[in-house]
């Protein structure tokens, strides 16, 4: 059974104040890593898919990379828009729809 | 932009009522899914639909149906609303291999 555990739930960051989140999978082969963002009370917003170990993909300050284990989500200089909860999510190779399999998120605040 | 829609941002019902929950996307998706989201729980799959009258159960179908008349249309049904299905929902659709895009999300109420 695919799974995926975030960490750190959490994550108080001062405007400037650069950090990583961490989203570490086990999958039946891996079709898609997929990283969103959710502000509260609203649906997850798309922001990047990786497909293969050594990808990177890049958004204003967020940068997303991808090991066989594990990607990251790393916010540079965070501002107090940036602050959201996180989800990473997996895709299977043997699913062909686009089930995807949700991790519990990080929350992160950046304060001013 | 893609464009995923749901009818209703908030609703409150009772106990033993059925509910219709409706998504339309307007970017000709083949797939489209219905997520329910709980603190400590996550997004959890419901019901997804890879055609029009096609459908196949997620993780967690019980208590609840759908149904997919249009290829842009695709609704979730609460026969008999528990407050055990007090949830946010959200309806997400994808191309076949492409990146998958969500609603703004429905925070259904049961009293």
């Known amino acids: 059974e695919d799974q995926v555990t975030q960490s750190p739930e959490a994550l108080r960051l001062q405007e400037g104040e650069s950090s990583s989140l961490n989203c570490s999978y086990t999958?039946?082969?891996?079709?898609?890593l997929f990283w969103y963002r959710q502000d509260p009370g609203k649906g997850p917003e798309f922001l990047f898919t990786l497909y293969s170990a050594g990808e990177e993909k890049e958004k204003e300050r967020l940068k997303a990379t991808l090991t066989k284990k594990e990607s990251f989500l790393h916010i540079t200089a965070p501002k107090p828009e940036d602050s959201a909860t996180y989800l990473c999510?997996?895709?299977?190779?043997?699913?062909?729809?686009?089930?995807?399999?949700f991790g519990a998120g990080t929350q992160v605040v950046v304060t001013p | 932009d893609v464009k995923v829609t749901q009818s209703s941002r908030y609703l409150v019902k009772r106990t033993g009522e059925k509910v219709f929950l409706e998504c339309v996307q307007d970017m000709d998706h083949e797939n489209m899914f219905w997520y329910r989201q709980d603190p400590g729980l996550g997004l959890r799959l419901i019901y997804f639909s890879y055609d029009v009258k096609m459908k196949e159960k997620g993780d967690i179908p019980e208590g609840y149906s759908v149904s997919r008349e249009k290829k842009e249309r695709f609704s979730l049904i609460l026969e008999s609303a528990s407050t055990n299905q007090t949830s946010m929902y959200l309806c997400a659709s994808n191309l076949k291999g492409q990146s998958t895009f969500f609603g703004q999300g429905t925070r259904l109420t049961v009293v």
């Open positions: 999510a997996v895709q299977g190779r043997t699913d062909s729809w686009g089930k995807l399999q």
């Open positions: 999958v039946s082969g891996l079709r898609g």
